[in-house]
Structures are given as C-alpha cells and as structure tokens.
C-alpha cells in the first residue's frame, strides 16, 4: 500500500468543480441566453459523472414554461460548453445536459397542502370533495386532528 495515498473524502474533488461549473455556468447564462424565451433560469445544482465526461445542470425558471426553457438551454449547451472550455483549466469539460428541477414546486405544493391538513375547521370531506386528497385518504384513513401541545413543566 502506498504511503502518499488519500482517502476520498465526500465533496472533494468532483463536488468542488461541479461546484465552479454552477457558479460559471449561472453567469453565462445570464448574459448568454434570451430571457424573452428561456425565462429567468436559476440553476439548483451540477451532478457530475466520475470521468467529468457530462454534466447533468439542474435549473428552475420564472417567467417562461419549464420545457421552452429545458429546449432553449439544451440548444445553447455547445456554445456554453466551448465559453465554459475557456474559462475552465482541466483536461476534460463535460458535455452539458439540462433538466427542469421539479423539487422546489414538489416541496411548495407539500406545503401547501400540510398547511391545509393542519388549518382548524378543515375536514377530511371537505379535502375529498376538492379532490386533493393524500394516499391515507384514499384508503379511508381520515388525518389526524392538529392538538395543542403538552404542558408540563409546572
């Protein structure tokens, strides 16, 4: 076993420049690509493979559908590769691939409907009728009722 070998550690070396990817990739676009069709593009995170051979960039968008602006981004993705090669000083700059976050509305709408489950005065009929109802619904387990917290520090 060598005496110079290093443990990997989680987020090293790949995590860092997936990292300076996002970071770089976030002001070409801005500059780089038509807000009148892609939106504002706000990227949410760089998944690389272990070869740095593709990159999988991870975007949410306000003011334009996520797919205009998943096709407008993955067109310019050779021109942002060949912008990100200049800036970049590694041996291999991978191929770009965009793919809409759906985690941010994902989580807004759990909100949503937890906060609703959780208002006083709201039944288990009343979230049937609307039609957003969870799976325990579906199989006639009604929510729990909210309960005030216990006291007892006296």
Known sequence: MSRHRQKKLPGGRNQRLADQIQKDLAEMIQREVDTARAGL?????????PDYAHAKVYFTVMGAEPA????????????????L???????TV???H???????SRGMEMNRLI???NTPGVK???????GQTG?????????????APDDDRA
């Open 85 to 91: 090669f200049k800036r970049l000083h590694i041996h």
């Open 98 to 104: 965009f793919f809409h976050d759906r985690q941010m």
């Open 41 to 49: 593009v706000t990227l949410t995170g760089v998944d690389l493979t």
């Open 115 to 117: 906060a609703q489950a």
């Open 135 to 147: 799976q325990d619904e579906r199989e006639g387990i009604a929510p729990a009722e909210p309960s």
């Open 94 to 96: 991978p191929t770009l």
């Open 124 to 130: 288990a009929d009343e979230l049937t009728e609307s």
């Open 68 to 83: 205009a602006a998943e096709t407008a981004l993955n067109e310019k993705a050779g021109w942002l590769h060949s912008l």
